[in-house]
């Protein structure tokens, strides 16, 4: 059975730091891009970021390029959100996700959901 799991959340305070994680068990780890999305409250799931194990490929949402970074650890099946300069409005339930292939912004097609995170970003 295929799984990502999810880790790294927490509470942190505006202009702090926080990396979370994706380790991803029973997939082929070369396959997939993996994702993050996030669902603030009373909002709907958008995309954060992604990385394309096919060809290295990234994607930021507007909203946090310059702050976050992606990447991968082949050897783990793990791919790392590092996230400085938090807001408060990066505060959501954080999602890795998994698609084939090719990084995708639309929650349609994902063919792997992880446990979310809580991310709390307090003022």
């Known amino acids: 059975e295929v799984q990502l799991q999810a880790f790294g959340g927490g509470l942190v305070q505006a202009g702090g730091s926080l990396s979370l994680s994706c380790a991803a068990s029973?997939?082929?780890?070369?396959?997939?891009?993996i994702g993050w999305f996030r669902q603030a409250p009373g909002k709907g799931r958008e995309a954060v970021s992604c990385?394309?194990?096919?060809?290295?490929?990234?994607y930021y949402a507007d909203s946090v390029k310059g702050r976050f970074t992606i990447s991968s650890d082949n050897a783990e099946s793990t791919v790392h959100l590092q996230m400085n300069n938090l807001k408060p409005e990066d505060t959501a339930i954080y999602y890795c996700?998994?698609?084939?292939?090719?990084?995708?912004?639309?929650?349609?097609?994902?063919?792997?959901w992880g446990q979310g995170t809580l991310v709390t970003v307090s003022n």
């Open positions: 990385i394309s194990r096919s060809d290295g490929t990234t």
């Open positions: 996700a998994a698609h084939a292939v090719f990084c995708t912004i639309q929650t349609l097609g994902i063919h792997y």
């Open positions: 029973e997939i082929t780890f070369d396959d997939y891009a």
